[in-house]
Nanobody, 126 residues
Framework: VQLQASGGGLVQAGGSLRLSCAAS????????MAWFRQAPGKEREFVAG????????YYADSLKGRLAFSRDNAKNTAYLQMNSLKPEDTAVYYC????????????????????WGQGTLVTVSS
């Protein structure tokens, strides 16, 4: 599967963005999806994950309450709605996909994901 991330940009603190991850192929529903991010000088970290059938989601503790991860398997696209953005949310955001696991599983480790998009830059100004 090939992934194309989009939706990043410059936003003021307190603003919102919706990231999209479009996947190629006809088996999108076979992949669990996730977003990770990497800020300058920092390691890549887990942001959010969603199961293959979209019935389970998991969010990083620091971001809970500000995110909503969803997917539309008919459109081969996953969406990450980010609200109340903070300057510390500035990073390159990567979407990832895994074929592993059952329909409702969600993985938080980047080593669980075999497929990665190119990243989209989110910049939050203060």
């Amino acid at each position: 599967v090939q992934l194309q991330a989009s939706g990043g940009g410059l936003v003021q603190a307190g603003g919102s963005l919706r990231l999209s991850c479009a996947a190629s192929g006809r088996t999108f529903r076979s992949y669990g999806m996730a977003w990770f991010r990497q800020a300058p000088g920092k390691e890549r970290e887990f942001v959010a994950g969603i199961s293959k059938i979209g019935d389970s989601t998991y969010y990083a503790d620091s971001l809970k309450g500000r995110l909503a991860f969803s997917r539309d398997n008919a459109k081969n696209t996953a969406y990450l709605q980010m609200n109340s953005l903070k300057p510390e949310d500035t990073a390159v955001y990567y979407c990832a996909a895994t074929f592993a696991g059952r329909a409702s599983d969600v993985y938080t480790r980047d080593s669980s994901y075999s497929y990665w998009g190119q990243g989209t830059l989110v910049t939050v100004s203060s």
